[in-house]
């Protein structure tokens, strides 16, 4: 499990991230939950971090 806190609204980052096919949660109010599998490839690992730095791209604006 993994965690990312953040200091913009969570709600818009989790429903980007869902829109996008990511699944996450928000746990803490302000932090964004990760599970990934135990066996993962890169590429799902770096559609993880676009998708991810993307939604905060498009929320910090």
Do not use: Q, W
């Not at 996008?20 to 949660?25: A, D, M, Q």
């Not at 990934?36 to 991810?52: G, L, S």
Request: aromatic letters at 4%; glycine letters at 4%; a negative charge.
């Amino acid at each position: 499990m993994l965690g990312i806190e953040l200091t913009v609204n969570p709600t818009d980052v989790l429903i980007h991230c869902r829109n996008s096919g990511l699944l996450v949660n928000i746990t803490a109010e302000n932090v964004l939950r990760l599970l990934p599998p135990y066996v993962i490839n890169e590429a799902d690992i770096d559609f993880a971090i676009d998708v991810i730095a993307e939604s905060l791209k498009i929320i910090s604006y």
